[in-house]
């Protein structure tokens, strides 16, 4: 696998990776960076050197420190280079090429272009996670708009952008494609607002484009046949990814495409494509590395006289093959096909496919190297039995509900859960949805997996108990947090008390990341998080009885965080307009569900808070109150 | 309840909290339900304790649910469980067998993913005042523009020609009779702010950008040009 692929348990596997997850934003306003000296109209420019036989002792400094400062690359050495001094902070500026803004309301595009002056990639990410699940009405922002139309002036030798929960129109796209000539990799994650016009002028005008990834991104169909859009002749297409985008795609086209890029190592089809295009498909690109199956089925019946492709020789033929997905409409009888890369796969995802135990079994009983799996529940405690048995190297579990509801019947439990921890010692990430779980199941893993990095359980019953002993899911989590000594991101679920909340502040010593859903008692449950977590930077809480007297017992933390989202608690606008005259630099925000009504005085719908150097944003919308 | 509470509030003021697992060390704790406390979303408070007739005050051990007689189903809470509404519609399309192809707007992420409701203005020109619909309930723009022509029918003695489907905008010729023709037509904003003709795309398409609907005088609408034509037209 290349570096890119380098198993690392915070990234999403199957989304394209990004840079580590690093939760410093260039702009903190605390401790505030020293502000960026006047522009010089100095004699000390970097011809100084050329001129001057003997150039001044300090811009030897400067420039070995440009030089060296070239090599580092992690955003936290680089943030803490640019605190020594304002030359240092001059210079780290000069020489940032990679710029990471965790929250696109945090500092405004100028800013990030006067102070990085020679970015050759950027990463935005814009709503919080909650948004992902309909928790935030619509429209409520994050737009590249003015992020495109600054950056477009300010840097045209903009080689990459990488979007996350953004909305982002046709016309951002086109001058996004106009804008930046030596432009090669888009990624958009999570994203909407555009269609694919705005594809086709990416495909059409940016002649070196190398990775375009769509991943859970909507694409409205707007008639364009953006698959025709590329040039003509080779191109250096690395990766393309389409399989979130519901559209028809002219195969022909696509075809040729990957016919003349050669360099083309990750594809992923939607599921408008066949097996049989497929097929075809994958015959011409034997070297590819990661592969999105689209369909594996077809449409129509298939006429029986017609030849049945042996799409297992197809497939062996694949040696390079390690991560495989798609499997959007997955015809069983043809899964046997894969076996035989089955033992070459790292990363596996089949969590679109309802595939039956014995089927999933007689698949993953190969996949003895794999280290990232991603399944429906439809696989079963059995089924999960079986990747215990085989899948030792395991480091990436998500185990999806096939039926998201309530009150059903789960196929998936502790049995599961109890497994797994015993035949994956190497475990770094689960999430995992069940019906039914137990503290001891719970406990085991937090024994057995020590190098666990996330933990996701949800119970998708609210207020679940242990389904045995009938008691919260407090020490479950209690041991989580206590044994798994590496932890830095948590989601609970079930019948949790303030107890949960307690073990989480005295243990959870490194957790960046909590999600919270209908658990707790007071406001004593928050208060242990928000004063016993030093290194806490997303918090998403939701249906929580958690008031303001919670709220403003983390203002001594809140600057250090990249946001707070609680909705459906139970804070008030008081409480909230307290918190922003406390903490002048960040943003309040209450959301209102009801749509163009008078925000009701005492209850808030959603409290929305976040760091942010620029001062309240011109575009919130009308549900949007900023105190 | 802060009675109660008191012998976990004292564990905690001392040294380390020491798992309470049933049967293992440490202190046993009472757990208390205490379901009466969760004011703040009435409605699930109230269906737990109703239907689930195990949710008395003290834990006991809770048996899973006899399968001769499942309990009711709660009702369902926005976003809970959280998963995306994308992979929610994928999986459920490939539950029916793929030979049933599609409703309209249930195959994909389209509808799904924006599954709250959007409501828009409808106003028209020369009415005294506006109306609000939902246009998740129209299927085609038949039944929207037999929906707009019963709101608004009463203040037009005229020609209100109601697209039956999508313009065949290639033909400017076409386009320009009907606005001739018609006393009024629809027009919408959409979501760059632009004011198009209603009918000039796909029907998804339209609910999922549409912000605003006016019904303007045909003669007022020519100037609307059809958005396949302009968006990103002469731009290479």
Redesign the interface.
């Known amino acids: 696998m290349s570096e890119n692929d380098r198993h690392h348990p915070q990234q999403n596997h199957f989304c394209p990776a990004e840079t580590m997850s690093e939760d410093e934003d260039p702009c903190r306003p605390s401790p505030p960076p020293p502000p960026p000296p006047p522009e010089p109209v100095s004699k000390k420019t970097r011809n100084c050197a050329a001129v001057h036989p003997s150039p001044h002792s300090d811009r030897v400094l400067e420039i070995v420190l440009e030089h060296v400062l070239q090599f580092l690359t992690v955003r936290r050495d680089r943030n803490a280079a640019s605190l020594v001094c304002k030359s240092w902070y001059r210079t780290e500026a000069l020489t940032r090429s990679d710029v990471f803004i965790g929250n696109c309301y945090s500092v405004s595009p100028a800013r990030v272009t006067t102070r990085f002056p020679r970015v050759r990639s950027v990463v935005i990410k814009g709503r919080p996670r909650f948004a992902d699940f309909n928790l935030m009405p619509q429209n409520w922002g994050a737009h590249f708009g003015p992020w495109v139309a600054t950056m477009g002036k300010a840097y045209p030798l903009l080689e990459r952008v990488y979007l996350k929960r953004m909305s982002l129109t046709d016309r951002d796209l086109c001058l996004l494609a106009d804008s930046f000539t030596k432009f090669k990799d888009l990624v958009l994650v999570c994203c909407e607002g555009f269609g694919t016009s705005g594809l086709a002028a990416v495909a059409s005008k940016c002649r070196q484009l190398r990775v375009l990834d769509l991943s859970d991104t909507e694409v409205l169909y707007d008639g364009v046949d953006w698959i025709s859009c590329f040039p003509e002749g080779e191109t250096c297409l690395e990766s393309l990814i389409f399989d979130c985008v519901e559209c028809p795609i002219n195969f022909e086209a696509l075809e040729s495409l990957v016919v003349r890029s050669p360099a083309l190592k990750k594809l992923r089809l939607n599921r408008e494509v066949s097996i049989g295009q497929l097929y075809r498909l994958v015959v011409r690109a034997p070297s590819l590395t990661h592969l999105g199956t689209g369909a594996f089925g077809h449409p129509e019946p298939q006429d029986p006289n017609d030849q049945e492709m042996d799409y297992g020789s197809a497939f062996s033929a694949c040696k390079s093959l390690v991560c495989l997905s798609g499997f959007r409409e997955v015809m069983p009888e043809y899964l046997p096909a894969i076996h035989s890369i089955c033992t070459n796969l790292m990363s596996l995802n089949l969590s679109y496919a309802n595939i039956g135990v014995e089927q999933f079994k007689l698949l993953i009983q190969h996949c003895c190297r794999l280290q990232v799996l991603w399944v429906l529940d439809s696989v079963c405690d059995e089924g999960l039995q079986a990747v215990a048995a085989t899948c030792r190297d395991l480091r990436e579990l998500r185990v999806f509900p096939l039926n998201a509801q309530e009150d059903v019947e789960g196929p998936v439990s502790e049995v599961g859960l109890q497994a797994i921890s015993e035949g994956c010692p190497k475990l770094e990430s689960i999430l995992y949805f069940c019906q039914r779980m137990t503290n001891a199941a719970v406990v085991a893993m937090s024994n057995n997996c020590p190098d666990l990095v996330v933990f996701r359980l949800c119970i998708m019953g609210r207020h679940q108990p242990d389904h045995i002993t009938g008691a919260p899911m407090d020490e479950g989590f209690g041991a989580i947090v206590m044994n798994c000594k590496k932890l830095t991101r948590l989601a609970i679920s079930g019948l949790l008390t303030d107890r949960a909340f307690a073990y989480i502040g005295r243990y959870g010593k490194l957790v960046r990341t909590l999600s919270v859903a209908f658990a707790g008692d007071s406001d004593t449950g928050l208060k242990y998080v928000l004063e016993g977590c030093p290194k806490l930077q997303k918090l998403e809480i939701r249906d929580s009885p958690f008031g303001d007297a919670a709220l403003l017992s983390g203002l001594h933390h809140y600057y250090n965080m990249r946001f707070l989202w609680m909705s459906t608690c139970q804070l008030s606008q008081r409480g909230c307009e307290e918190v922003a005259r406390a903490l002048p630099r960040l943003a309040v925000e209450l959301l209102s569900y009801e749509e163009n009504e008078e925000m009701d005085n005492e209850t808030v719908d959603v409290l929305y808070m976040y760091r942010s150097l620029q001062g309240p944003r011109d575009d919130a919308p009308q549900f949007v109150r900023i105190l | ?1 802060e009675g109660s ?1 008191k012998g ?1 509030v004292d564990m ?1 003021a001392g040294d380390e ?1 020491s ?4 049967g293992g060390d440490g202190a046993k ?1 009472d ?1 208390v339900r ?1 379901g009466g ?2 004011g ?2 009435e409605t ?1 408070v109230d269906l ?1 304790l109703d239907l689930n007739g195990k949710e008395s005050s003290s ?4 048996r ?1 649910a006899d ?1 001769a007689k ?5 009702a ?13 519609n ?2 459920a ?3 029916k067998n ?1 030979s049933g ?1 599609d409703q309209a707007g249930e ?4 509808s799904g ?4 409701l ?2 828009v203005k409808v106003s028209m020109d020369g009415a005294p005042y506006l109306r609000k619909i939902e246009l998740k309930m129209y299927k085609t723009y038949k039944e929207l523009s037999d929906a707009l022509g019963k709101m608004f029918g009463s203040f037009t003695t005229g020609n209100y020609e109601a697209h039956q489907g999508m313009i065949d905008f290639m033909n400017e010729n076409k386009l320009k009779d009907l606005l001739n023709r018609s006393d009024y037509v629809s027009t919408y904003e959409d ?2 702010g632009d004011w198009m003709l209603v009918g000039d ?2 029907w ?2 339209f609910i ?2 549409c912000k605003r609907l006016r019904i303007m005088k045909g003669s007022e609408a020519i100037g609307l040009a059809p ?2 034509m302009e ?2 037209k002469g ?2």
């Not at chain 2, 369902?76 to 929610?88: A, E, I, L, M, T």
């Not at chain 2, 993913?113 to 709250?116: L, Y």
């Open positions: 309840m509470r976990a905690l909290l798992l309470g697992l049933p704790l757990f205490t406390k969760r703040f979303s699930e737990k834990v006991e051990k809770v899973p399968p499942p309990p009711p189903a709660k369902q809470v926005v976003g809970w469980p959280p998963v995306r509404s994308y992979r929610k994928v999986i399309n490939n539950n793929s192809q195959k994909g992420g389209l993913a924006t599954s709250s959007t409501f979501k760059d795309v796909p998804e398409m999922a950008s958005r396949a968006k990103c731009r290479g």
